[in-house]
């Protein structure tokens, strides 16, 4: 157990559709990565968050947005989803510093139909 | 910004043998690099890391090594067992965020 909490673990609904992905990190740590992995892909850098802000963005489409409340735990909302956003989401959390490894959470599977 | 290349896409070898990944990073600046194991359908594992100012870090079978001046690090699993058998991604962090390789897909055969 990673300590890093995602739910939920299943989602599958339809073109068109929005849906939110909820993470929890470790406790005592204060940075939140998203990351996307289709099908026998590699890790998808998404957006990154420290302490409520945003601190780093790779390849999140328009339609992605996420957020970092005041609890620490973080949302990621998928909207007008499309058959190619089917994919693993990843949470990650890390604590502060540069050279400290950052813990996964187990994933959120969502199947567009 | 960083970016990190990864070889081989893929590996095959016998149990007992040992394994090498390499991966390459572009930004100097990179100080940070841990290394996960994937198995199908799970989450990344962290399975050893190294920081800019160690040459070589060791953890039973696992190993990693680091050559700032030629910026590359390598990823060695000596008697490989055949639940080493996973996808395995190296990573490398410079500014806020880590940059990942595309994966190793690591087979052990009995």
């Known amino acids: 157990d990673s300590g890093v909490t995602q739910t939920p673990k299943h989602l599958i609904t339809a073109t068109g559709q929005r849906v939110t992905l909820r993470c929890s990190p470790r406790s005592g740590d204060l940075s939140v990565y998203w990351y996307q992995q289709s099908l026998d892909q590699g890790l998808q850098f998404l957006i990154q968050?420290?302490?409520?802000?945003?601190?780093a963005k790779g390849n999140i489409l328009e339609r992605f947005s996420a957020q970092q409340f005041p609890d620490l735990h973080s949302e990621l909302n998928l909207s007008s989803l499309e058959l190619g956003d089917s994919a693993l989401y990843f949470c990650?959390?890390?604590?502060?510093?540069?050279?400290?490894?950052?813990?996964f959470g187990d994933g959120t599977r969502l199947s567009i139909l | 910004g960083e970016n990190v290349e990864q070889h081989p896409s893929t590996l095959s070898v016998q149990e007992g043998d040992s394994a090498v990944i390499k991966c390459t990073y572009s930004?100097?600046?990179?100080?940070?690099f841990p290394w996960y194991k994937q198995e199908l359908g799970k989450r990344p594992q962290l399975i050893i890391d190294?920081?800019?100012?160690?040459g070589e870090k060791k953890d039973q079978r696992i190993a990693v090594t680091l050559n700032k001046t030629a910026k590359h690090f390598s990823l060695h699993i000596t008697e490989t067992q055949p639940e080493d058998s996973a996808v395995y991604f190296c990573?490398?962090?410079?500014?806020?965020?880590?940059?990942f390789g595309p994966g190793t897909r690591l087979s052990v055969l009995p």
């Open positions: 968050y420290y302490n409520g802000e945003e601190r």
């Open positions: 990573a490398a962090r410079g500014g806020q965020n880590f940059v």
């Open positions: 930004d100097s600046a990179s100080n940070y």
């Open positions: 190294i920081r800019s100012n160690v």
């Open positions: 990650a959390s890390n604590q502060r510093g540069r050279d400290q490894p950052q813990h």
